[in-house]
């Protein structure tokens, strides 16, 4: 069928605008050269792919095998279901859950932080190199929302700067990587299906810090990528799935001022031999990670969830029944009411039988407070948690390592789709004392100049004593060391935090 004229112009016009609209201009005209050249052009990207665990410690315990369990702020990195996970311990409607993780990366000589094959000297300067990842979840009954932020640092010191931000013309390059998780999730069918959605905003910062401790920022790269998740837990049994998605996220940066294209269109830092050319593209690959958990013993992994709100419900509904009788008398005998005292005293002795159900009603929370605490107190304390995942990331078209770009020679990463097979196991070899966990992954590389490596990791939680913080927390709120250690060839990193120790009773405490 032939189209008249004026529609086969107009579709002909959309075609063009819709390629148009899905192509990308490239910076620079040159290409990104063979391994092991310098780097010549603007036409390349920076490939933040992150094979090393940079999570929270239980999550490194487990060797990452941890997107089926996805409990706690550890989970949000690992999947977006996170935020709604309430484990067998939170009975309240409203509940909350902080975090604050620190890893230092161990800096001695021949480390190697992203498996490249370069030491991470280098490139970087030798000090000891931290990663950050504060977190904060908030739940609201069966919904939560979650937010966590990942901080990473890496520097290369007597590099060209632009004339005017260093007397003698070299200063250090810092690069700051930073990545914000915003979540939402909410769990379904009586806890046993959670889903969850998000963004990732990803953020590359590139600044210069003379001697003098001036600080310029040279260029940043900003963009945002779409999380999926999802848990299915059913209750009272000893399994879990888990499934979590997040999509590339490919950016063009902002430059300085002071940063002018060269005639061939790259963007130079410097001048004569040593130049800097810096990128036109920050990617993150896109990920899926898939995962199972399954518990051995008498403690349950999936018990039914209760809160004080749902257990408390007959003294709750009896409570409204009340206000709602009292209301009914309230309007009966105040429209008999002959004077102004007798009004009064008709809501003296209202108001009074109000406070008097409000009294039990609060007595209600009290008890099954109080029977949940010793219901968690009773749960069995030996179990054998075992999980398992798979994570595969995607392709970056034109990459280079971090380490490539600060040093300024090529070395290719992300030209195929990786694969990383994760296993973990925990259990509390001590009542109410001592958990320990164990695990292993496989680290992919994304470099040709190097090979997958094998890691060993070790966990554990302590418990600690009782402190309310000066009344800032409950005064029966018990406190827990955690730290982890993750071991691999040219590679080490140890974590720790503390928190809440659950449950919170032990059962000789319990009457």
């Not at 908030?138 to 004339?163: C, H, K, M």
């Not at 059913?234 to 430059?255: C, K, M, V, W």
């Not at 913080?469 to 406190?479: A, I, M, T």
Request: glycine share 10%; hydrophobic share 40%.
């Amino acid at each position: 069928m032939q189209l008249p004229g004026g529609a086969a112009r107009w579709l002909a016009a959309c075609g063009l605008c819709a390629l148009l609209g899905a192509s990308r201009p490239l910076l620079a005209a040159g290409r990104l050269g063979e391994n092991g050249e310098a780097i010549s052009t603007s036409s390349y990207s920076i490939d933040l792919f992150q094979g090393a665990l940079l999570a929270g410690n239980r999550v490194i315990g487990l060797g990452g095998a941890y997107v089926a369990l996805a409990e706690d702020v550890d989970g949000d990195l690992q999947n977006p279901a996170a935020p709604a996970m309430r484990p067998f311990f939170s009975v309240e409607y409203f509940d909350y859950w902080l975090g604050l993780g620190v890893t230092s990366l161990a800096s001695y000589k021949g480390s190697d932080l992203f498996n490249s094959g370069a030491p991470l000297g280098s490139a970087t300067t030798t000090d000891n190199q931290f990663i950050v990842t504060p977190a904060l979840n908030l739940q609201w009954g069966s919904f939560g929302v979650g937010v966590t932020w990942e901080f990473q640092n890496y520097a290369l010191e007597g590099r060209p700067i632009p004339d005017g931000l260093a007397q003698d013309g070299t200063a250090t390059l810092e690069t700051a990587v930073h990545t914000l998780h915003f979540q939402a999730a909410n769990s379904f069918f009586d806890g046993q299906l959670v889903l969850g959605a998000g963004l990732r905003y990803l953020l590359l910062e590139l600044g210069a810090t003379a001697p003098d401790e001036t600080t310029s920022t040279l260029f940043d790269s900003g963009g945002v990528g779409l999380e999926l998740g999802a848990v299915w837990r059913p209750n009272l049994q000893p399994y879990r799935l888990g499934l979590a998605f997040r999509s590339a996220i490919d950016t063009e940066p902002s430059f300085s001022r002071s940063l002018l294209p060269s005639p061939e269109g790259d963007i130079v830092l410097g001048e004569g031999a040593n130049l800097l050319y810096l990128p036109e593209r920050v990617s993150l690959p896109w990920d899926v990670n898939l995962g199972a958990a399954v518990q051995l013993g008498r403690r349950p992994l999936n018990p039914v969830p209760h809160t004080v709100e749902s257990v408390s419900e007959r003294a709750r509904l009896t409570f409204r029944l009340r206000q709602l009788e009292r209301e009914e008398e309230r309007e009966r005998r105040l429209a008999l009411a002959s004077s102004p005292d007798e009004r009064a005293q008709v809501e003296a002795e209202l108001s009074r039988e109000e406070t008097e159900d409000s009294a039990r009603l609060s007595a209600a929370y009290r008890e099954a407070r109080r029977a949940l605490g010793e219901s968690s107190a009773r749960v069995e304390r030996f179990y054998l948690l075992l999980s398992a995942s798979l994570v595969i990331s995607g392709r970056v078209r034109e990459g280079v390592g971090v380490e490539s770009f600060l040093g300024q020679t090529v070395n290719r990463s992300g030209g195929e789709v990786v694969y990383s097979p994760r296993l973990g196991a925990e259990s509390e070899v001590w009542e109410d004392v001592l958990r320990l966990r164990a695990g292993s992954y496989l680290e992919p590389s994304r470099f040709a100049t190097s090979r997958a490596r094998l890691h060993g990791t070790l966990g554990g939680d302590v418990r600690l004593f009782k402190w309310s913080v000066f009344g800032l927390w409950p005064d029966d709120f018990v406190w827990h060391l955690r730290g982890s250690v993750d071991l691999a060839e040219r590679y080490f990193s140890t974590g720790i935090s503390i928190g809440g120790w659950y449950p919170r009773y032990e059962r000789s405490e319990v009457h």
